[in-house]
């Protein structure tokens, strides 16, 4: 059963493409991911799915409903939340919560055991100023007034951003519990970490999908042999390391400097000898398995050469 | 239905929590009805005259005296140098002096003509005006007595033929200043209310993006419009209210006509001001920039609406443009309800300018609106 289906979807703004001939779909009740840096198009794409905003060509359907014509039907059935918390500041946690349940014409009572799970944990903060909420306490919120409704699909844009490591882990564990009651939810995340932890994935950059796959064939896609470096002097390392190979075929990783060796098979043992040589005594080199994280940058290297 | 009644529920919620707006919606207009009908008066009293006699005869003095006891005039000074009373003019020590010439009573009593010269510092100039007005008035019926005593003094038993005019004021009877001032002033006071806190409040769902929160829910355009409106509507009315009761207690202020009419006018007003204040939100992005515009609306339809100076006495151009000022047409229906007394059929042709415009001011709005958002 096709949940979401975007059919070469473009929208042109007065300057700027913003998505360019896009085409996806997305399962009932998965968890897709929509990554890609800033201005990639992934806010344009769930607007236009929240019926925002209109495709300037193509169509795009939301549970069988035309996303430009069945708007007023599809807004009964999404629950949609901004990357922007966009709830009202001076009402408390639980009147916001009354408010959106009222405006879907439903009561909070109706759907508690679903918001439940989520509300439950700021509910001891229900009389307090929802702006006076911490980031993790407003995502919460806002999770809780889009979900109030039993929406079929929920359209998160950027959700984890500005959220505490702790506060993030909650938030998909909730995403998870979601997910099991059948609900599709479609989730837009600047972090690749986060990535494997949706069911599927979509590379977007420059308004175009990349890919479209499950993350661990995306990890699979990758060929290449790959090193992590360390040494003392990471900065000189990463330096010298440019210079011998093609710059993109190295990145820092926190403390690790990751090769992409595209040529013969390299023995570490020789590059090891190699970098000593050069001035580097306390390399540590080893062979590594590629993250996500390698794999979409490698995917988005691809297309900026 | 239920809904609107939600939007409603939330906005009376919104303005009860904001603890600056509360204060700017009651006691500000409050205090500004109670000072600016007292101070803006355009009676001027007490003004500083000097006299310059060249005379010094008994008719001289006689007219000199008249100023004296006049209430509109303080005579500061009486010299027998012009110049003296240039001076006094340039100094700021007068606002204006009078120069009774030589000669004056033996010119009057050969009944020939004789000039009074009154110069009058006419930096204001509307000032100015009032001024040599009242100075004109007092020299004539100096005249006119004159005149009597001089004829009189004649032939005793023959009454010579002179006209009076027999002024009566109509509608407010004692030209009390107030009478004409409160209800402008209230004017100004719903005026302000229904455009700015209208053009703000939606601006400021725009500004923190609830409105695409709300955008994304079954909630219809329709129902968030009047939501929006009916708040605002009620402030207004109550606004006005709480005015009108202290124009009526503390101002004595009568109010002649029917107050069903007038309340059923002031809620065409308010619509149209609210349809204001809603394209103003839809034109800008944020509170400032709406603020802004709507600053410059309200000192055009203030300054236009004929609230300080006479409709009549503008140019015709600006005439015509004040077909589309909503206070102007408000502003004449309130004085005439509240003074006049005047019945429906009396406004008829401005309250059907006032609604029409006001239809067409919301659907321009609404057009606004469902462009952008």
């Known amino acids: ?305 | 239905m239920r809904k609107i009644l939600f939007i409603i529920q939330k906005e009376f919620l919104q303005i009860s929590r904001n603890r600056a707006m509360l204060p700017i919606i009651f006691a500000v207009p409050l205090i500004q009805l109670v000072i600016l009908v007292h101070a803006a008066t355009f009676e001027i009293k007490n003004i500083d005259i000097a006299v310059v006699d060249n005379d010094l005869s008994m008719m001289s003095n006689k007219l000199t005296d008249k100023f004296n006891h006049s209430a509109f005039f303080q005579l500061r000074n009486i010299v027998s140098d012009v110049n003296e009373a240039k001076r006094q003019l340039e100094m700021n020590e007068v606002e204006v002096f009078i120069n009774i010439p030589a000669n004056f009573e033996k010119k009057m009593i050969a009944q020939q003509k004789v000039e009074i010269s009154v110069v009058v510092d006419a930096v204001n100039s509307r000032n100015a005006g009032l001024i040599s007005g009242y100075i004109k008035e007092i020299i004539e019926n100096y005249n006119k007595e004159i005149f009597v005593s001089l004829v009189s003094d004649i032939t005793q038993n023959k009454k010579p033929a002179k006209i009076l005019t027999n002024k009566s004021y109509w509608y407010n009877t004692q030209l009390n200043y107030k009478n004409f001032m409160v209800p402008g002033i209230l004017v100004i006071l719903v005026t302000l209310i229904g455009v700015f806190l209208s053009a703000m409040n939606i601006v400021r769902e725009k500004e923190i993006g609830t409105i695409e929160q709300l955008n994304v829910t079954p909630l219809g355009k329709f129902q968030f419009i009047i939501g929006k409106l009916v708040p605002f509507m009620v402030i207004g009315l109550l606004e006005f209210s709480i005015g009108l009761l202290i124009g009526k207690f503390a101002f004595q202020i009568p109010i002649v006509g029917s107050l069903f009419l007038l309340y059923g006018v002031l809620i065409i007003f308010l619509f149209t001001l609210l349809a204001v204040g809603f394209l103003i939100s839809t034109l800008n992005n944020t509170q400032q920039q709406a603020l802004l515009v709507a600053y410059f609306f309200m000192m055009l339809f203030l300054l236009m609406s004929g609230l300080f100076t006479p409709i009549d006495s503008i140019p015709e151009w600006a005439r015509i443009l004040n077909k589309i000022n909503p206070v102007a047409y408000f502003l004449k229906i309130n004085r005439m309800i509240i003074l006049k007394g005047s019945v429906l059929t009396d406004i008829f042709k401005d309250v059907m300018s006032l609604f029409v415009l006001g239809i067409i001011i919301l659907n321009l709005a609404v057009f606004r609106y469902k462009k952008t958002v």
Request: glycine content about 8%.
């Open chain 1, 1 to 305: 059963m096709k949940s979401i289906i975007v059919k070469n979807v473009s929208k042109k703004y007065k300057q700027a493409q913003a998505l360019d001939n896009i085409s996806v779909v997305v399962e009932k009740g998965e968890i897709f991911g929509l990554i890609g840096p800033d201005g990639a198009g992934k806010t344009s794409l769930m607007r236009i799915l929240s019926t925002l905003i209109l495709p300037t060509s193509g169509e795009a359907y939301l549970e069988g409903l035309n996303c430009a014509r069945d708007y007023k039907k599809i807004r009964k059935i999404i629950g949609y939340m901004p990357g922007k918390f966009s709830l009202y500041h001076d009402l408390s946690v639980e009147e916001n919560l009354n408010f959106f349940a009222s405006v879907f014409g439903t009561t909070v009572r109706e759907n508690y055991d679903l918001v439940k799970l989520i509300y439950a944990q700021i509910e001891p903060f229900k009389k307090r100023r929802a702006g006076k909420l911490s980031g993790g306490m407003k995502q919460k919120l806002a999770l809780s007034c889009a979900l109030i409704h039993y929406p079929k699909v929920l359209i998160l844009d950027e959700p984890t951003t500005g959220v505490d490591a702790v506060s993030r882990k909650e938030f998909w564990q909730i995403l998870k519990t979601l997910k099991e009651r059948g609900i599709t939810i479609l989730v837009s995340t600047p972090y690749m970490d986060e990535a494997e932890l949706c069911d599927r994935v979509g590379l977007i950059q420059g308004g175009k999908m990349m890919s479209v796959n499950l993350p661990s064939e995306i990890i699979k896609e990758f060929h290449h042999e790959l090193f992590a470096l360390t040494s003392e002097n990471n900065y000189r390392l990463m330096k010298h390391l440019k210079e011998r190979t093609n710059p993109h075929d190295v990145q820092i990783f926190g403390q690790n400097i990751h090769l992409i060796n595209r040529k013969a098979k390299l023995s570490i043992e020789v590059l090891k000898q190699d970098l000593i040589n050069n001035g580097f005594p306390n390399i540590s080199i080893s062979k590594i398995q590629p993250g996500i994280e390698d794999c979409f940058i490698e995917l988005m290297r691809g297309t900026s050469d």
